[in-house]
């Protein structure tokens, strides 16, 4: 099994920056997918980024330029650097993960679907 806890959210004026964190622990798998998604209020969870244990990422298209997804994996964590933050960037944001060689290939679809671990959401609210 895999946990997740994602932090660093919080509240930011337009055009700010914010990290989010997420440290996953548990077991280890060498072929995996990793991923931000976001809810907002009364809409559908949307994958924001996400990137394989190969280092591939994928952005939505409202979010490239401005968002960068990484990895450490010496501490397994993944982050994702958001700069010139939004107000329709405010959002519940939920890390996740998916393993195996079919992760890894639907991994740029952004599916939630495709992820079988999930963390608790961190809310990042933009004014």
């Known amino acids: 099994d895999v946990q997740l806890v994602e932090s660093g959210g919080g509240s930011v004026q337009a055009g700010g920056s914010l990290t989010l964190s997420c440290a996953a622990s548990g077991h280890t798998y060498s072929n995996y997918c990793m991923g931000w998604f976001r809810q907002a209020s009364g809409k559908e969870r949307e994958g924001v980024a996400t990137?394989?244990?190969?280092?591939?990422?994928s952005y939505a298209d409202s979010v490239k330029g401005r968002f960068t997804i990484s990895l450490d994996n010496s501490k397994r964590t993944m982050f994702l650097q958001m700069n010139g933050l939004r107000p329709d960037d405010t959002a519940m944001y939920y890390c996740?993960?998916?393993?195996?060689?079919?992760?890894?290939?639907?991994?740029?679809?952004?599916?939630?679907?495709?992820?079988?671990?999930w963390g608790q959401g961190t809310q990042v609210t933009v004014s």
């Open positions: 990137i394989t244990s190969g280092g591939n990422t």
């Open positions: 996740a993960a998916g393993h195996g060689t079919i992760a890894t290939l639907t991994c740029r679809l952004r599916r939630s679907v495709d992820f079988g671990y």
